[in-house]
């Protein structure tokens, strides 16, 4: 084939892109028409925070842009249908005002949290026990009366429809009465599932598509692990105080020089190798921290968009990027420098869990260092509880399978996190959340533990060989009087042990 029979075929392919409304319009209809962004979200196979993204300011590509095109005409289809059948205004109750399809549910349940859920797979109705598959306030039930079956001896029969409801949604939804005290409250009762619930699903899920091949389900769960990530992060971000910007503007540090290339942002990654081992024959335990990245998702990250600043001072209330020039470290022959291993002096931009890092050694507790001196930051207001829920959710669901020796769910979790950290940047795998400087700081935050847990040792009376990356840490000396052995979260487990002369020790 010639290059010019590459290009044609490349033309080929090119086709068309649907036409999309204009993004007001976009939510316009989706709220007219009573869909919450977590049904729209689940029919396209995308996260709800992606929905939020086409409607504020970011178009979907590819065939997911003409799945939605055909979903909005239809939406309009569908609301023009109805204005057109509706009396006029001026006939119709006041209550009566708001337009929505018939299959949607009535204003009084229409709520920005989201109340109204669609089940993706039937559950016990709370009034009848007989399969449902739609979900209100928590509460799995049938939203038309007439779709409940005959209740159990001694129920309450569900209330008729009344004549002149015909087949349209109730304008309330029966709520269960609470049990006296004593009685048990039914097995139809169901409570809201639990964000863990959708990992130990997406697990059992992968085991019935691959007919129980542990090798096979581990390769769905790893392909899925991206999108699974950002699915769990919505669950766990209902009700949360702040809203998440998943596609801010972004300064020129954190973007890429090249294609190849990195941005100008310093993450501090330790590498480093003790110069000189204490005189004699040593046994070495090389030290492997668990669940590095995972503990690191508890950092102060900002919310929304970066703002410029100059000038020496810190708010511990934001969090960003800052241009530093860093302190003289004097403490090599013992402890890694904290901002790692640097060729070049002068200022460099390092992350919010750096500076803190700096800030706190150079205080009164430690007095390791001089204070950094700070140039200029990018920063917005921030939490570090933002992806608490999150967190937990993975941790919950890794310690439940330490228990159970559940090896595919603990690949599957890690792939969870991990990913989700490795792909908010700028990345084909994940177009949902472009935030490099999250990536940047939840980075640092894993070197910045791991360092601690160093200083800890050396405080003990250990004596630290190396530090690497985010999870190994080589020590001489009883390490079991300062770090718990074991697989979970906070605690270490034995990499390998070697013995090591004065002068033997090699890289």
Request: proline share 8%.
């Amino acid at each position: 084939m010639s290059d010019y029979d590459t290009i044609d075929s490349l033309l080929a392919s090119v086709g068309p892109q649907a036409e999309l409304p204009t993004l007001e319009f976009r939510r316009s209809l989706r709220e007219r028409a009573g869909l919450s962004k977590a049904q729209v979200a689940r029919a396209l196979g995308v996260s709800a925070s992606t929905v939020s993204a086409w409607e504020t300011g970011r178009d979907p590509a590819g065939e997911t842009r003409t799945r939605y095109a055909y979903l909005l005409e239809g939406l309009s289809a569908k609301l023009t249908t109805s204005n057109d059948n509706s009396p006029p205004a001026a006939e119709q109750p006041a209550a009566e005002n708001a337009v929505y399809v018939a299959t949607s549910p009535p204003p009084e349940l229409e709520h920005d949290s989201d109340e109204v859920e669609t089940l993706a797979r039937a559950e016990p109705c709370v009034l009848c026990g007989a399969p449902a598959r739609v979900r209100v306030a928590g509460f799995v039930q049938h939203l038309d009366p007439s779709d409940c079956r005959a209740p159990s001896a001694g129920t309450p029969e569900p209330p008729a429809p009344r004549p002149d409801q015909g087949t349209r949604t109730p304008s309330r939804t029966a709520r269960p009465s609470r049990p006296a005290s004593g009685e048990s409250r039914g097995r139809a009762f169901q409570e809201p599932s639990k964000p863990t619930d959708l990992i130990h699903e997406a697990v059992h899920a992968a085991l019935a598509e691959n007919r129980g091949n542990v090798e096979a389900a581990t390769a769905t769960l790893l392909r899925r692990a991206i999108p699974d990530a950002m699915r769990l992060l919505d669950e766990t971000r209902k009700g949360a105080r702040y809203d998440v910007i998943a596609h801010p503007w972004i300064p020129d540090i954190l973007r890429k020089q090249t294609s190849r290339g990195a941005d100008k942002i310093w993450e501090a990654r330790p590498k480093w190798t003790l110069s000189a081992l204490p005189p004699g024959r040593h046994e070495v335990t090389a030290l492997d921290i668990n669940g590095a990245y995972l503990s690191a998702l508890k950092t102060h990250l900002p919310l929304g968009q970066l703002e410029h600043s100059t000038g020496p001072a810190h708010d511990r209330r934001r969090a960003g990027v800052h241009l530093i020039t860093p302190p003289v470290w004097e403490h090599d022959a013992v402890l890694p420098n904290p901002i790692g291993q640097r060729d070049e002096p002068g200022p460099l931009w390092v992350t919010e869990p750096t500076l803190r890092l700096l800030l706190r050694l150079s205080g009164p507790k430690h007095r390791l260092c001089e204070p950094p001196e700070i140039h200029e930051s990018y920063t917005s207001g921030a939490t570090e509880n933002l992806l608490e829920k999150f967190r937990i959710a993975l941790k919950d669901a890794r310690d439940t399978a330490l228990t159970h020796g559940d090896e595919l769910t603990l690949g599957y979790v890690k792939a969870m996190y991990s990913k989700f950290v490795s792909t908010m940047g700028e990345s084909n795998f994940n177009r949902e959340l472009y935030r490099p400087d999250w990536m940047h700081i939840i980075r640092s935050q894993a070197f910045a533990n791991l360092w601690m847990k160093a200083l800890k040792a050396y405080d003990s009376g250990l004596s630290i060989v190396r530090a690497m990356g985010t999870d190994e840490l080589h020590v001489i000396g009883d390490w079991r009087r300062v770090f718990p052995e074991g697989h979970r979260v906070n605690e270490v487990k034995v990499k390998e042990t070697y013995v090591t002369e004065e002068a033997g020790m090699g890289e």
